[in-house]
């Protein structure tokens, strides 16, 4: 026997839905973990002082009492579970895991037992049913009737609304006492909210975020009041699962969330979230509405009868004593401004992403609290408009997906190197090397000229080309020589790319200003410039040997990919760029040989081919391009000559309207001299 004992899928009723979890039997204590929320149930070994085994809705159930009154039930173990169990608790706990019927018969007549949280409708000493005491939200009596109403959780598809008990009368004086002793043993330990007393302190005007506006928080011993102009909520201490105490961005302002489970309610909304909002500058002085001696007895010197600093932290350290949980904050992760969140966008409303020591948090439209034992992988993906951003995406185990977009490109180095630490699934891993190594170079530069992910995906293509024709592309391509482990790009086609682009800004720009003669003599000079001609390859002639990088990556790729199964053609390059730098010269030097071999192979080769008359063709070819090419521009040429003869022959420029009003105008002249002669 073991020192522990741990089961997966056990399940624990929390306000009538099961939730499924982790149990774990130790020598010093029993620790649930539900994996719907997170909350840790931990029982001190020395507590215990019942052990019930019975048969449940789904399978075998234990039941678990402790000497402080509490009550834990946790469903989902098999038949074959009890002996394992039984000898644990004999060994380790010194007691019996007794065995307990159920009673089947459904009958309806029964007795109302009281033990401790539990309500328990026994028929013939069988229990038919128990009801747990603090899922209990009202009490009201009748004349011979106690009805109980529940809390109703979001999560159930069908909930119990509430359970009438019959009382009978014994004798006419104590038929209502039976009934007001049936209701106040309910009460007791019911969670029903009544505002009794005096509250512990009030803060007044409180700004909240959600649920927004401005509230009067009142502080009691064991819930707290929202008070504000329109709503009123009152939250009990049991429901709040965790607190964060979280710096704004701009250094000014401190976040105050409390996480709530079940959330409040107000018509069809839910707030999971309570998200205080404070300025750091703004203090108070606050008295608590308690004597001096009960406040160490209750508080155990969390907090003094009278306390002043900054308005978040009083508030900070009250709930902290109140609602006995830790409060957490940032860790160790800085931005590339240097503050601890990330501004982003969350369902097109903007706000900031936390990354925690345990998990993420969003702040604050909606919130967001994702555990990293819930997350199942996350993703660096390119931004949807922009290269200057990109989105972080989160898959949870339950198949929920979570996209935060428009961070900045600056920011993408911390989140990686944070993600990874925390040994995070990663989807794309080679995604870094192509970012992080292009943000200084194109930091300056604008969005439309450079993108770095088209230029990524160019490089995925060509070695996935290599992969399928090892033998025959990669050794006529120019890139065998290249160093192993780089991506190669035509920067020759991007920089006559980028050129053709300039001009065509430009003369969509000149085509605004200019006049359309000087747009015309411009398009004729382009036209005529000569384009560089690509050099042709010879298909007949012998193909170019490889380089020894190139020989030695074709024998061990496919040893990589089995010791590597389900690696990327990018990042096979990559490793491969990593051994072959790790290969000793001995190993090196064979391949070498080899390489020099196919070397001398080639040039004898080609010397043979050239002299039995081999690339004649290619030259002939070329050598008729230029001479059609030269007869074109003479052409030209000649064609641009008549055109001056015919726009009248003179170096100096005339247009057509011009000639036609000089033409007319001398037309003229000679007609009006003529009729002065004959007037004469």
Same mark, same amino acid.
């Given at each position: 026997?073991?020192?522990?004992?741990?089961?997966?899928?056990?399940?624990?009723?929390?306000?009538?839905?099961?939730?499924?979890?982790?149990?774990?039997?130790?020598?010093?204590?029993?620790?649930?973990?539900? %994996?719907?929320?997170?909350?840790?149930?931990?029982?001190?070994?020395?507590?215990?002082?019942?052990?019930?085994?019975?048969?449940?809705?789904?399978?075998?159930?234990?039941?678990?009492?402790?000497?402080?009154?509490?009550?834990?039930?946790?469903?989902?173990?098999?038949?074959?579970?009890?002996?394992?169990?039984?000898?644990?608790?004999?060994?380790?706990?010194?007691?019996?895991?007794?065995?307990?019927?159920?009673?089947?018969?459904?009958?309806?007549?029964?007795?109302?037992?009281?033990?401790?949280?539990?309500?328990?409708?026994?028929? %013939?000493?069988?229990?038919?049913?128990?009801?747990?005491?603090?899922?209990?939200?009202?009490?009201?009596?009748?004349?011979?009737?106690?009805?109980?109403?529940?809390?109703?959780?979001?999560?159930?598809?069908?909930?119990?609304?509430?359970?009438?008990?019959?009382?009978?009368?014994?004798?006419?004086?104590?038929?209502?006492?039976?009934?007001?002793?049936?209701?106040?043993?309910?009460?007791?330990?019911?969670?029903?909210?009544?505002?009794?007393?005096?509250?512990?302190?009030?803060?007044?005007?409180?700004?909240?975020?959600?649920?927004?506006?401005?509230?009067?928080?009142?502080?009691?011993?064991?819930?707290?009041?929202?008070?504000?102009?329109?709503?009123?909520?009152?939250?009990?201490?049991?429901?709040?699962?965790?607190?964060?105490?979280?710096?704004?961005?701009?250094?000014?302002?401190?976040?105050?969330?409390?996480?709530?489970?079940?959330?409040?309610?107000?018509?069809?909304?839910?707030?999971?979230?309570?998200?205080?909002?404070?300025?750091?500058?703004?203090?108070? %002085?606050?008295?608590?509405?308690?004597?001096?001696?009960?406040?160490?007895?209750?508080?155990?010197?969390?907090?003094?009868?009278?306390?002043?600093?900054?308005?978040?932290?009083?508030?900070?350290?009250?709930?902290?004593?109140?609602?006995?949980?830790?409060?957490?904050?940032?860790?160790?992760?800085?931005?590339?401004?240097?503050?601890?969140?990330?501004?982003?966008?969350?369902?097109?409303?903007?706000?900031?992403?936390?990354?925690?020591?345990?998990?993420?948090?969003?702040?604050?439209?909606?919130?967001?609290?994702?555990?990293?034992?819930?997350?199942?992988?996350?993703?660096?993906?390119?931004?949807?408009?922009?290269?200057?951003?990109?989105?972080?995406?989160?898959?949870?185990?339950?198949?929920?997906?979570?996209?935060?977009?428009?961070?900045?490109?600056?920011?993408?180095?911390?989140?990686?190197?944070?993600?990874?630490?925390?040994?995070?699934?990663?989807?794309?891993?080679?995604?870094?090397?192509?970012?992080?190594?292009?943000?200084?170079?194109?930091?300056?530069?604008?969005?439309?000229?450079?993108?770095?992910?088209?230029?990524?995906?160019?490089?995925?293509?060509?070695?996935?080309?290599?992969?399928?024709?090892?033998?025959?592309?990669?050794?006529?391509?120019?890139?065998?020589?290249?160093?192993?482990?780089?991506?190669?790009?035509?920067?020759?086609?991007?920089?006559?790319?980028?050129?053709?682009?300039?001009?065509?800004?430009?003369?969509?720009? &000149?085509?605004?200003?200019?006049?359309?003669?000087?747009?015309?003599?411009?398009?004729?000079?382009?036209?005529?410039?000569?384009?560089?001609?690509?050099?042709?390859?010879?298909?007949?002639?012998?193909?170019?040997?490889?380089?020894?990088?190139?020989?030695?990556?074709?024998?061990?790729?496919?040893?990589?990919?089995?010791?590597?199964?389900?690696?990327?053609?990018?990042?096979?390059?990559?490793?491969?760029?990593?051994?072959?730098?790790?290969?000793?010269?001995?190993?090196?030097?064979?391949?070498?040989?080899?390489?020099?071999?196919?070397?001398?192979?080639?040039?004898?080769?080609?010397?043979?081919?050239?002299?039995?008359?081999?690339?004649?063709?290619?030259?002939?070819?070329?050598?008729?391009?230029?001479?059609?090419?030269?007869?074109?521009?003479?052409?030209?040429?000649?064609?641009?000559?008549?055109?001056?003869?015919?726009?009248?022959? %003179?170096?100096?420029?005339?247009?057509?309207?011009?000639?036609?009003?000089?033409?007319?105008?001398?037309?003229?002249?000679?007609?009006?001299? &003529?009729?002065?002669?004959?007037?004469?």
């Amino acid at each position: 026997m073991g020192d522990t004992l741990e089961f997966n899928e056990i399940y624990q009723e929390v306000k009538g839905s099961w939730n499924d979890g982790r149990l774990r039997f130790s020598k010093q204590n029993v620790v649930y973990k539900s %994996n719907k929320t997170g909350k840790v149930d931990s029982i001190p070994a020395g507590e215990l002082n019942l052990a019930q085994w019975r048969r449940v809705c789904l399978g075998h159930g234990i039941k678990l009492g402790t000497s402080t009154g509490h009550v834990y039930k946790y469903d989902g173990f098999r038949d074959t579970d009890f002996e394992k169990i039984s000898e644990f608790f004999k060994a380790n706990y010194k007691m019996e895991l007794t065995e307990k019927d159920m009673c089947v018969k459904g009958w309806n007549w029964g007795t109302a037992k009281f033990s401790g949280p539990l309500l328990s409708f026994d028929v %013939n000493d069988n229990t038919a049913f128990e009801i747990p005491l603090s899922n209990v939200s009202q009490c009201a009596t009748g004349k011979n009737e106690v009805t109980l109403e529940f809390h109703q959780n979001d999560d159930t598809e069908v909930s119990l609304m509430e359970v009438r008990f019959y009382v009978p009368p014994s004798q006419a004086d104590e038929r209502q006492e039976s009934v007001e002793a049936f209701a106040q043993n309910v009460l007791s330990k019911a969670d029903v909210i009544q505002a009794t007393g005096d509250a512990v302190c009030i803060f007044k005007e409180l700004q909240c975020l959600t649920p927004r506006g401005r509230y009067d928080i009142r502080i009691y011993p064991t819930f707290l009041h929202l008070h504000g102009k329109t709503f009123d909520y009152k939250i009990p201490y049991t429901t709040v699962l965790r607190l964060f105490l979280l710096p704004h961005k701009d250094q000014r302002q401190m976040f105050f969330v409390i996480s709530l489970d079940p959330p409040i309610k107000q018509g069809q909304t839910r707030y999971h979230f309570l998200i205080l909002l404070f300025s750091k500058e703004e203090d108070i %002085n606050l008295t608590l509405n308690m004597n001096e001696d009960d406040v160490e007895r209750r508080f155990e010197g969390k907090l003094n009868k009278n306390m002043s600093g900054s308005l978040y932290e009083v508030v900070s350290r009250v709930m902290k004593a109140l609602v006995n949980r830790k409060i957490t904050v940032p860790g160790n992760f800085q931005g590339h401004s240097g503050a601890q969140c990330i501004t982003c966008s969350y369902k097109a409303s903007s706000g900031l992403l936390y990354p925690l020591e345990r998990g993420f948090i969003y702040v604050h439209k909606p919130p967001v609290h994702l555990r990293f034992e819930e997350i199942s992988c996350v993703n660096f993906a390119r931004g949807t408009t922009t290269t200057r951003s990109f989105d972080f995406e989160i898959e949870t185990k339950q198949g929920n997906q979570y996209t935060f977009s428009s961070i900045e490109r600056e920011e993408y180095g911390k989140l990686f190197d944070f993600v990874n630490a925390k040994k995070l699934n990663i989807k794309n891993r080679g995604f870094k090397e192509g970012m992080k190594g292009k943000n200084d170079e194109y930091s300056d530069s604008d969005e439309d000229q450079h993108d770095a992910y088209l230029e990524r995906m160019k490089a995925e293509g060509k070695i996935r080309e290599e992969g399928n024709d090892s033998d025959e592309s990669d050794a006529e391509s120019g890139e065998l020589d290249s160093e192993p482990g780089e991506q190669q790009y035509d920067s020759n086609a991007s920089a006559s790319d980028s050129s053709d682009e300039g001009d065509d800004s430009e003369d969509e720009s &000149s085509k605004k200003k200019k006049p359309k003669k000087v747009v015309k003599e411009k398009k004729e000079r382009k036209e005529r410039k000569p384009r560089k001609e690509k050099k042709q390859k010879d298909a007949g002639g012998p193909k170019r040997p490889m380089s020894a990088y190139m020989l030695w990556l074709n024998s061990s790729r496919e040893r990589i990919k089995s010791e590597n199964p389900g690696i990327s053609i990018t990042e096979i390059s990559k490793k491969a760029g990593e051994m072959w730098r790790q290969l000793g010269k001995d190993e090196k030097e064979e391949w070498e040989t080899k390489a020099g071999e196919a070397k001398r192979l080639y040039d004898k080769a080609k010397k043979e081919y050239k002299e039995s008359g081999g690339g004649s063709t290619t030259s002939t070819k070329k050598e008729s391009k230029k001479s059609t090419s030269k007869k074109e521009e003479k052409k030209r040429k000649s064609a641009g000559g008549d055109k001056d003869k015919e726009r009248g022959g %003179n170096d100096s420029f005339k247009s057509k309207e011009f000639i036609e009003t000089s033409e007319s105008s001398s037309d003229s002249d000679h007609k009006s001299k &003529s009729k002065r002669k004959k007037v004469r």
